[in-house]
């Protein structure tokens, strides 16, 4: 074998979006030959960088990197022109180590990709044509070309471990490499995902909301309770904190309020069910079958199918273990009739059980009406279903604002004071909504089981949560003692520091809703008492990052309020209005809409229940409505000071 002209060893473990590595490069042979030893953690969309040298204005350089379901792709150019050469008769294996040898013989006018003792590929082209390197840097771990990506981009990073890179000054054949191959014998090392230190220090980051270990989070979703433990997954790319190849990640929890990471649940690159959802594992729900065992149903996306959007199922792949930290895909469950719906929007299921059936609904667009809608299927096995048609009727001329498509459909029961089931609550996601910031919506109403059709006790649609666009992504269930609990994401709300912080979005408080006087009422799960003294004056108390502020009189006032400003939210009784101000600006930063967003507390006191969990803000009124906000400025904490004309005058500090 001919000698080695250059070689690093035992290189570092590269993030995903952040971290690359940058050198030098010496004149380059027209025969060549190099060999990199891998093991991807994660895939992105795009391909991940190996090792670049590359300018695709200008036609030269090297580019060797790496894409979804073990693909591998080598771009070079010689100055005039650019060639590509793709693996074929092997991949990379996910997460496991792997051995890349690109082989590059100009004399002969060929070049060979191997792959873990295979002849992947082979690309012939002119002889004597030699590629011309830029007289630029190589970087390992990034895909640069000059032209879509440059080292600022947030796409193109690789997420694992080059172990070894060798560059011989020759070509070797393909037979003498696949002999290579067999005697690079690496250790597999520990999967990392997260660098969980690194987010921890960032002050922003809440410290008992639903939160993933680092990296993207979009909504939560499928919550069930088994044996003791509550579950919840949600939409999660543990690649980098953007959206992109889409997974399930997996917490579980005690009581509702502090979560534990339990794995990566449903992942597009698992191996041997890439027919499935080879482009996304999306949102879904989860019920418990008629054994007691959780079943998944979610979104698979598959772009290769028209529709390429289907609902599959999964199963834990071990019930003994109640953190069900593996799972199995069953494969896809309802496939969208191309004359339901608007074809191709078929995403989002929820599966819940009326007696002695299931019933499930997946968000689309309504043809009859150009809005969105639901479509509903009944089943008494959980493997055949029975399409029954659209869940409900309403004018979307007249209410555009709940979207042309509907996502995370979400239908639960509503106890009243007596814990009587008095009616149902239809929540839903606007979706392809035009100039609004999207909103969580609900409607009050009865499900009929014999027809699967909702019919609802009010036409405009109204809002649970008044912070305009913050609190979204709906999903729920029912707990063990009979209690509907909502889970949703709290938007970032952070621009562009939110990727240098390496975490994006959290879960909101769960919150229980329920009928009190024939009205809906919103509050956190009682079990965040757990967490704070029980006892409180008249007035207010301090609980750690809870106050608890009530006044009898016509207007209350709190200020939030840090070195760069704050938020004043407030009520009045006089006009029904509930809402929030930006100090800095004077701005309204709530929603309101009209006489549908008015608040009417009657003659009750007005009570305010707010928790404060470093970046997210969330304020309950009266139960009656809720507000979610973020606030990235302060540093030193918060001032909480209350305001109003029923002889309240309350300071405090708060995190």
């Not at 997954?233 to 953007?242: D, E, G, I, L, T």
Request: one cysteine or more; hydrophobic letters at 35%.
């Amino acid at each position: 074998m001919t000698d080695t002209k250059k070689q690093q060893n035992n290189m570092q473990t590269f993030d995903g979006y952040t971290n690359y590595t940058v050198g030098t490069l010496e004149k380059m042979s027209p025969n060549f030959t190099i060999t990199l030893v891998v093991t991807p953690f994660t895939y992105e969309t795009v391909l991940s960088g190996l090792f670049s040298c590359f300018n695709r204005v200008g036609k030269e350089g090297l580019l060797i990197a790496i894409g979804k379901r073990g693909k591998v792709k080598v771009i070079f150019g010689t100055g005039k022109n650019v060639y590509s050469i793709e693996n074929v008769n092997a991949k990379i294996l996910y997460q496991k180590v792997n051995v890349i040898t690109f082989s590059y013989w100009s004399d002969a006018g060929w070049c060979d990709l191997c792959i873990n003792g295979v002849l992947a590929g082979r690309l012939q082209f002119p002889r004597h044509t030699e590629i011309i390197f830029p007289k630029t840097e190589y970087i390992f771990g990034k895909y640069v070309d000059g032209e879509l990506f440059v080292k600022d981009t947030k796409r193109g990073y690789f997420h694992g471990s080059i172990h070894s890179f060798l560059f011989f000054n020759d070509y070797i054949p393909y037979q003498k490499v696949m002999e290579s191959h067999q005697k690079i014998l690496i250790p597999e090392k520990k999967i990392c995902l997260y660098n969980e230190d690194a987010v921890a220090k960032d002050i922003y980051r809440p410290a008992f909301h639903l939160m993933p270990p680092g990296k993207w989070m979009n909504e939560p979703h499928a919550p069930f309770f088994y044996k003791g433990l509550y579950h919840i997954f949600y939409q999660s790319n543990p690649h980098a904190p953007v959206w992109d190849n889409l997974c399930w990640g997996h917490l579980v929890s005690r009581d509702m309020v502090m979560w534990e990471y339990a794995g990566i649940a449903l992942n597009p690159d698992d191996e041997n069910d890439n027919d499935i959802d080879p482009d996304g594992c999306w949102s879904g729900s989860a019920c418990i079958d008629y054994s007691g065992n959780p079943v998944i149903f979610y979104t698979a996306g598959n772009n290769c199918k028209l529709p390429n959007q289907s609902v599959a199922k999964a199963v834990p792949s071990d019930t003994s273990d109640i953190k069900f930290e593996k799972w199995n895909k069953l494969g896809v469950a309802i496939e969208q009739n191309p004359g339901s719906g608007f074809l191709g929007e078929f995403r989002d299921p929820f599966v819940f059980r009326r007696g002695d059936k299931y019933f499930v609904l997946v968000g689309t667009g309504d043809k009859n009406n150009g809005g969105g809608n639901a479509l509903v299927y009944e089943t008494t096995d959980l493997k055949y279903f029975k399409e029954l048609g659209f869940l409900t009727d309403y004018d979307y001329e007249k209410f555009s604002e709940v979207g042309h498509v509907w996502e995370l459909p979400v239908l639960l029961p509503l106890r009243n004071e007596k814990g009587e089931h008095a009616c149902d609550i239809l929540l839903l996601c606007a979706c392809q909504v035009e100039n609004a910031l999207v909103e969580t919506y609900y409607y009050l109403g009865h499900f009929d089981e014999s027809t699967g059709r909702f019919s609802k006790l009010h036409e405009e649609p109204r809002l649970i949560d008044l912070g305009h666009g913050t609190f979204t992504g709906p999903s729920g269930f029912v707990t063990p003692d009979g209690r509907s609990v909502l889970f949703t994401i709290a938007q970032g709300r952070r621009g562009p520091d939110e990727y240098k912080a390496g975490w994006a979005h959290n879960g909101g408080m769960p919150v229980e809703l329920y009928l009190r006087k024939g009205e809906l009422c919103v509050m956190p799960v009682k079990e965040l008492s757990n967490y704070f003294p029980k006892e409180c004056d008249k007035d207010s108390i301090l609980l750690e990052n809870r106050v608890l502020v009530s006044s009898p009189g016509d207007t209350l006032e709190i200020r939030l309020t840090d070195e760069k400003g704050g938020y004043k939210i407030c009520y009045d009784r006089n006009i029904c209005r509930f809402y929030a101000v930006d100090i800095s600006t004077n701005k309204e930063v709530s929603i309101f809409r009209g006489t549908m967003d008015e608040v009417d507390i009657k003659d009750d006191s007005i009570e305010m229940d707010i928790i404060v969990d470093h970046s997210i803000i969330e304020i309950y009124l009266n139960n009656k409505k809720s507000m979610t906000l973020r606030k990235y400025s302060y540093e030193k904490g918060y001032i909480i000071s209350a305001y109003g004309d029923g002889d309240i005058c309350l300071t405090v500090k708060g995190r």
